[in-house]
């Protein structure tokens, strides 16, 4: 990654360990680590502050003050919404945004997130031995040793899933490619043993949805991929058709076997259930009665708000929540002009369209900015960096 932060190639290489300690999490301090990025990068900027968008970076300052005095009473992860503008500052300094480049620090952040993965599997393994670790409900994270919910430890897996399609179809180094599918395999193993059913869903949409993008819109797929695309969905909806005739029919009495699992449990749930909409329309209808967060619409409801923007409101109250949503309309602009704008490449294009794709999802579907803020602020910087892009040009 020459270049990438600095002309100065020992500076340029720190700052690039420490943002994959920080996609790590790092002895659980990940976050804390973007102050000592922004030092350096003011260092070497001359002390001289720069930044994309001064409208977006108030924004995110303006929620960074707004969500510690909405939410301080909570404890000292209420700091952690300063970090957001820390994340913009340092996706603004990028030095001449290449799309290699671009590429190049997304797959850092996916390696470094997906191996923080393999790092829980590993405790895991190592608390609970071989059985413990495909039969117990409780898990851990590396660092900590404490119990993590593993929604918190899926999300970590989704901007490598979101990088598949383009890592099937695209990618030319086979070094690289390979050794991206291999950290993806493990992850899906262990997220499935976990239970996690988003992962799957997320690797389907994604896939889908870039193959109909890649070849509807931009329309350069070739009838050699296209054929090798369904091919491989073939085999996946065949791998799927096969577990469930397994498990209907009891065949070779795997249904007991299955049964145990936890991911065949979650899937017996439904993809969605009646519990998460009525935690969706409970927490409208309780918006207008908690106006400041603290958390009271979740403890009414008795349960976390699975979505960004209703998680931020129910932490930090409706002043903080639109805050969020502004920079999101603001982000949300940055990527159409992506996909407007003829400066980027469509092999550009395509490899972020489905790391978007998990992105977007995710937010839907998880409380993000409280459950894994390390996702929003490498959200934050790699739209910083897109966006420094179209600057750029």
């Not at 020459?2 to 943002?19: C, D, F, P, T």
């Not at 930044?51 to 909570?74: D, K, M």
């Not at 949300?332 to 469509?346: P, Q």
């Amino acid at each position: 990654m020459n270049e990438m932060w600095s002309e100065n190639r020992y500076l340029n290489l720190v700052i690039n360990i420490l943002l994959f300690l920080a996609g790590i999490n790092f002895l659980h301090l990940g976050q804390l680590i973007l102050p000592v990025i922004c030092f350096l990068l003011f260092i070497e900027n001359r002390f001289q502050f720069k930044v994309n968008s001064p409208r977006t970076f108030i924004v995110l300052c303006l929620f960074g003050v707004s969500f510690y005095a909405f939410s301080h009473q909570l404890g000292f992860y209420s700091v952690m919404g300063f970090t957001l503008p820390m994340a913009y500052y340092i996706g603004s300094n990028i030095k001449d945004p290449s799309e290699e480049k671009i590429k190049k620090l997304i797959y850092l952040f996916a390696i470094a997130m997906a191996s923080h993965v393999i790092l829980n599997a590993v405790a895991e393994l190592y608390l609970h031995g071989i059985h413990g670790f495909f039969n117990s409900s409780t898990h851990y994270d590396f660092w900590t040793r404490d119990k993590i919910a593993n929604t918190q430890t899926a999300v970590n897996a989704d901007i490598l899933i979101g990088c598949i399609y383009y890592l099937l179809f695209h990618e030319k180094n086979r070094k690289w490619k390979n050794f991206c599918l291999i950290v993806f395999v493990l992850n899906m193993f262990y997220l499935l043993v976990i239970g996690r059913r988003t992962p799957v869903i997320l690797l389907f949409l994604s896939l889908i949805l870039a193959f109909i993008y890649e070849a509807f819109v931009l329309k350069s797929v070739s009838e050699k991929r296209k054929r090798q695309f369904f091919s491989l969905l073939l085999i996946g909806i065949a791998c799927i058709a096969c577990v469930i005739l397994v498990y209907s029919f009891d065949l070779f009495h795997l249904r007991a076997v299955l049964d145990e699992t936890h991911i065949v449990h979650k899937f017996k749930q439904g993809l969605l259930n009646d519990e998460r909409f009525r935690l969706y329309f409970g927490s409208f209808r309780l918006m207008p009665k908690y106006p400041f967060g603290g958390q009271k619409i979740s403890a009414e409801l008795g349960e976390q708000i699975h979505d960004l923007w209703i998680d931020v409101y129910d932490y930090a109250g409706a002043i903080t929540c639109g805050l969020i949503i502004l920079y999101s309309v603001l982000a949300a602009s940055v990527i159409l002009r992506v996909y407007r704008n003829s400066i980027f490449s469509k092999d550009l294009k395509t490899f972020c369209f489905g790391v978007f794709v998990c992105i977007v999802t995710q937010m839907f579907v998880e409380p993000i900015m409280t459950g894994s803020s390390l996702f929003m602020l490498v959200t934050v910087i790699v739209i910083a960096v897109i966006e420094r892009r179209l600057i750029h040009e």
